[in-house]
């Protein structure tokens, strides 16, 4: 599970890294800017959320023992 969410954030970070490059920081709230921030946006929640996912199974396991 360890290796899965890995793998997640870092596609995640690299969707980051992606929108950056599409992002026009004169206009960032209009056209494909906008969209380039909500895609950013979206893939720091999903970084958080894999996290948080990690803690909690962390959190589990030192239960069990």
């Known amino acids: 599970?360890?290796?899965f969410t890995t793998i997640l954030m870092?596609?995640?970070l690299g969707?980051?890294?992606?929108n950056l490059t599409l992002l026009d920081f004169s206009k960032?709230?209009?056209g494909d800017s906008m969209v380039a921030l909500i895609g950013i946006?979206?893939?720091f929640c999903a970084?958080?959320?894999l996290l948080i996912f990690r803690m909690s199974k962390k959190i589990?396991?030192?239960?069990k023992n």
Request: charged content about 20%; overall charge negative.
């Open 1 to 3: 599970m360890k290796i």
């Open 15 to 18: 969707l980051i890294i992606f």
């Open 10 to 12: 870092v596609i995640a």
């Open 60 to 63: 589990e396991e030192k239960l």
């Open 28 to 30: 960032p709230f209009e």
């Open 47 to 49: 970084i958080l959320i």
């Open 41 to 43: 946006g979206a893939a």
